[in-house]
């Protein structure tokens, strides 16, 4: 999935009587991956998808984020962010079964790549070390209700 | 689960469908429906809410569809690759088939450069006095009237109704202004003269018209001595010196001095062609009796520019009843019957709606930029029309094609947009050529229609125009073909069982039968236009044109010193006669009501033309009488006689006129009796499809124009030079200045023979391009019946019948197109007849040569191909496969 979006070019060059053959490939996708990449909304969206593996699609995320986080989320948003994930190599795909109150349609089964969880260790690593230097009365305090 | 029966609504589903990528619509179908039904169980039985929220989950996948539908790879694949193979085929196809290429491209070429031709002409003509600034709020004053219950219409204005409107209805203008005698004078700079064309304008002239100085001021002409001149104008005097400040005696008696010289006017300018400007306050100084005449006296125009507040329509109804209002009961009651109304005439429609009727706007050149627009149009159809045709009548070739395409995957909306794509091909091409044919014909057709229209390279609007031209031109010709291919079933072409319907080509044989009778329909027109000019040539004139030339009488030594000039002229030996005459012979340059006679019905009102001429008028223009006798220099009483013309003799209404008495009561002059002492043939004077005005001639008036006939043994080349010689040596002052009258009365015919033979070029043209494709189609039709033919060559066909059988369909075709073209070409030009008096009949042999012609024309093409087919040899036409 990472050699989506591939262009390939080819020529040659004389130089001093010799052919030098030139190959550009470039991966347009791996340019433009990068670590920082991981947005807010898809870093709950991939730890959804942990939790709810093996059963994570998009129905499901959505459903298992509103409830958590208290808000409508449209599968639209999910299915995208998921998406995402997918081309940025944190997540891999497969169908699954049809049931009956998707009319009979397929389910596009989500599940966790090893990229995706070097990407989350190293994201809550970095929270880690943030709450751990926090100072002990720097936050003011509040009622968690 | 079951709890809530309703689905999600059905059209969301197929909008989808349509809109959504495959590879993404069972995932994301599933999706809304599975989150549907459980939003839908948690919100029980408040159906609008789950509603509501599943039109939200629908737009939050709007942007996932369209995101990947425009960045999905596959779609990447098509569109670059694929039109890459488009064009690679469709140059193949053009190349394999030359002949075929060759009629598509340079027909459509040729109905292109037609199309581009009269595009340029029409947005010439659209363009007229747009040069002048304040050309949305300049009209021309133009005046109404009644006689005998027919309304005239004219622009010829008194002098004292420019000064009414400037003081009294002012607030309604930011400018009035009269010009006064637009016409050839005398500039002479010492011994320079030269006759330039030139009028007396009111000082606010220049910055109503907004002329481009060159030098000086538009407030050049404020010293009533002064002279602005056009660069041209200045050109022709004085050369590359700086004419400013410079003095020149304008018609021998005025001297002026040069104040300005101003940008020529574009030829699409009223004002064209002027060579100078002079005050109007010269010609008043010369000319004050002119503020007596009052309202009565007709002979300035009056040009005025409204203030930005008002509009025409208001203006024209404060400024209607002026004269009117203006003229006293007693002095002019037979001009109060006329009832004057004025009203103005926009400067945007002096060129185009030039035509009263009724005192209503009866159009003008507007019909030719119609008339032109539509075959321009025509002719342009017509070739795309071979286009379509060709194209579709191959399309059996080209099926296979289509049918491994389907096969292999293509959709039908890919198809359609590789024949779209294949015609926008041909199209740039045959563009290209028609630059080329358009660049190379424009002096030509500027020749013919007397234009100065330029090719517009660097013309933003025209680039753009052309390009949308270039997409509608190959939509148009590629969508029949496109849709038509695109529609053919794989299975049964590559099988081999597709064959094309009976059906099949009755859209084709339409196609051609539109082709011919527009062809058939501007031949006839060509004809008739020819006919009704030598139907109109062909009239008896009633004098003789040959051998006549005319010299304006443009200072007053000409009267003077007539005598003494007639006697040298007739010396020289070359000239036959000399008289004088108001006006010239192929025009008339005045006419008068109050005119009594016995009998006469006392309201009815008529005017004649009234021309003084000198005795030998008669015999030097060759009249010819009915009745009585010419007029005699020998009898002093012929100072009161009158000769009639046979009009005017029929208005009089005796039998015998010669003798009668006439009172001539014009208002201006004295009042008379004139005594008829003959009766002429009419004479056509003006325009010849015209019935001729009644005339009278009479002696006792103002001349201002010399006729010579020169003897009819003496050729012209030899007597001109004497006769300026004569006129040189008698009267210094003028340049020689003349006009022949076969040559003037040749000019009358100058716009009819202009429209024939535009329409003459047209009519071969759509000739030729319906006969390309004919011949497109003939060759066609025979290659696709080539082993039909050898086989009933085989069994005993002769070429005779195998011609027959190949010709007969077109044939019909071309009879069909005549019957419906005659009909529709005698409707329209009968109507184009009805608008002239004396006009040509249009007999049947017209329709018969047309439709013969026609007939015979196809016959030659389509035998071409038939006979070749008919002789080739049957056993290599069986032979192969």
Not at chain 2, 126 to 135: A, M, R, T
Not at chain 2, 150 to 159: A, I, L, Q
Not at chain 2, 724 to 752: G, M, W
Not at chain 2, 856 to 861: N, P, R, V
Request: proline share 3%; with cysteine.
């Amino acid at each position: 999935m990472l050699l989506r979006g591939t262009f390939s070019f080819g020529t040659y060059l004389l130089y001093e009587n010799r052919r030098y053959t030139i190959n550009l490939i470039l991966n347009i996708d791996i340019f433009l991956m990068r670590r920082s990449d991981l947005g807010e909304f898809e870093e709950v969206v991939l730890l959804t998808v942990a939790v709810l593996s093996p059963e994570a699609y998009s129905v499901a995320v959505a459903e298992e984020l509103e409830e958590q986080l208290g808000r409508m989320i449209t599968t639209g948003a999910v299915h995208a962010a998921l998406q995402r994930l997918e081309k940025k190599g944190f997540l891999t795909s497969k169908m699954g079964e049809a049931t009956q109150e998707r009319g009979g349609r397929r389910k596009r089964l989500f599940s966790i790549t090893v990229a995706g969880s070097r990407m989350v260790h190293e994201v809550r690593e970095v929270r880690n070390r943030l709450w751990g230097r926090i100072g002990p009365d720097t936050l003011p305090e509040f009622n968690m209700g | 689960m079951a709890a809530f029966n309703s689905k999600p609504p059905k059209w969301i589903d197929k909008l989808l469908e349509r809109i959504c990528p495959s590879y993404l619509l069972e995932e994301i179908l599933g999706d809304l429906h599975e989150r549907y039904a459980l939003r839908a169980e948690r919100v029980g039985e408040a159906k609008a809410k789950a509603k509501r929220q599943y039109m939200r989950e629908v737009m939050a996948y709007m942007r996932t569809i369209i995101l990947s539908k425009s960045s999905s790879e596959y779609n990447k694949f098509i569109s670059m690759g694929m039109l890459s193979n488009y064009l690679k085929v469709a140059w193949r196809n053009l190349t394999k088939n030359l002949g075929y290429s060759f009629i598509n491209i340079g027909g459509l070429a040729l109905g292109m450069a037609v199309a581009i031709i009269i595009g340029l002409w029409i947005h010439d003509e659209l363009s007229f006095n747009k040069n002048h600034e304040n050309y949305d709020r300049i009209a021309r004053v133009m005046r109404n009237g009644t006689l005998n219950a027919e309304t005239f219409t004219t622009n010829y204005e008194p002098y004292a109704l420019g000064e009414e409107l400037r003081e009294k209805y002012g607030s309604n203008f930011e400018h009035v202004v009269m010009v006064m005698s637009v016409t050839e004078h005398i500039l002479a700079d010492d011994d320079n003269k030269l006759y330039l064309e030139g009028g007396f304008i009111e000082k606010e002239g220049p910055e109503m018209f907004t002329f481009n100085m060159i030098e000086g001021t538009r407030k050049g002409l404020e010293d009533p001595h002064s002279i602005i001149l056009s660069a041209s104008g200045a050109r022709a005097l004085f050369g590359d010196e700086n004419p400013i400040d410079k003095t020149l005696k304008l018609d021998n008696n005025l001297d002026v001095k040069i104040t300005g010289v101003y940008e020529d006017l574009p030829h699409n300018s009223h004002f064209q062609g002027i060579s100078f400007f002079a005050p109007f306050e010269l010609y008043y100084a010369e000319n004050e009796w002119i503020s007596l005449q009052g309202f009565g006296n007709n002979f300035l125009d009056v040009y005025v520019q409204i203030s930005e507040q008002t509009d025409f329509e208001t203006v024209t109804s404060t400024i209607k009843d002026v004269i009117i209002q203006n003229l006293d009961g007693s002095g002019n009651k037979g001009y109060l019957e006329v009832n004057p109304q004025l009203f103005l005439h926009p400067m945007a429609k002096w060129h185009l709606y030039s035509e009263f009727k009724n005192g209503k706007s009866a159009g003008g050149l507007i019909q030719f930029v119609w008339l032109f627009g539509i075959v321009g149009l025509f002719v342009l159809l017509l070739a795309c029309i071979n286009f379509m045709n060709l194209n579709t009548a191959r399309s059996e070739k080209r099926a296979k094609e289509v049918g491994i395409r389907k096969a292999i995957g293509s959709a039908r909306k890919q198809l359609i947009g590789q024949f779209l794509s294949e015609s926008l091909l041909v199209v740039c091409l045959s563009f290209y050529i028609s630059l080329v044919l358009v660049s190379v014909s424009l002096s030509w057709f500027n020749d013919l229609a007397s234009k100065q229209i330029e090719m517009p390279w660097q013309s933003v609007e025209f680039w753009l125009a052309s390009l949308s031209f270039i997409l509608i031109t190959g939509f148009i010709a590629g969508s029949y073909p496109a849709l038509y291919l695109s529609s053919f079933h794989p299975v049964r072409v590559l099988k081999g069982t597709f064959k094309v319907g009976r059906l099949a080509s009755l859209p084709r044989k339409v196609l051609v039968v539109f082709q011919f009778t527009v062809s058939v329909t501007l031949v006839i027109g060509t004809i008739i236009v020819f006919k009704q000019i030598q139907f109109a040539k062909d009239r008896p004139v009633g004098y003789t044109r040959e051998n006549l030339l005319s010299i304006p009488m443009m200072t007053s030594e000409f009267h003077n010193k007539y005598e003494v000039l007639e006697t040298a002229l007739l010396n020289t030996g070359v000239v036959a006669e000399s008289s004088q005459s108001l006006g010239s012979l192929t025009g008339i340059g005045s006419s008068n009501g109050g005119f009594n006679w016995r009998d006469k019905i006392p309201d009815f009102q008529v005017e004649f033309a009234t021309i003084t001429v000198s005795a030998d008028y008669g015999e030097t223009v060759g009249w010819e009488f009915l009745q009585g006798r010419d007029f005699s220099s020998e009898l002093a009483s012929d100072s009161s006689g009158i000769i009639l013309n046979e009009t005017a003799a029929k208005i009089l209404g005796f039998e015998n006129p010669v003798g009668e008495s006439m009172h001539w009561e014009p208002g201006w002059r004295e009042a008379k009796d004139y005594r008829v002492i003959g009766v002429i043939k009419d004479m056509i004077m003006q325009s010849p499809y015209a019935p001729p005005m009644p005339t009278v001639f009479y002696m006792d008036g103002y001349t201002n124009m010399i006729h010579l006939k020169i003897k009819p043994e003496v050729s012209i080349s030899e007597a001109l030079p004497q006769i300026e010689r004569v006129l040189k040596e008698t009267i210094p002052s003028a340049p020689f200045n003349f006009k022949f009258a076969d040559q003037e009365y040749a000019l009358k015919f100058a716009a009819e023979e202009q429209i024939g033979k535009l329409a003459s070029v047209f009519a071969v043209l759509t000739i030729f391009i319906s006969c390309l494709g004919l011949f497109g189609l003939a060759s066609f039709v025979a290659e696709q019946r080539t082993k039909e033919i050898g086989i009933r060559k085989i069994l005993g066909a002769s070429v005779i019948n195998l011609w027959r059988m190949l010709s007969l369909d077109f044939v019909i075709l071309v009879l069909i197109s005549s019957f419906i073209a005659i009909p529709l070409a005698y409707f329209l030009l009968n109507n184009w007849l009805e608008n002239y008096e004396y006009k040509t009949e249009i007999s049947w042999w017209i329709f018969m040569v047309s439709g013969g012609g026609a007939l015979g024309i196809t016959l030659l093409t389509v035998s071409f191909q038939a006979i070749k087919s008919a002789l080739a040899n049957p056993i290599k036409s069986l032979r192969n496969e």
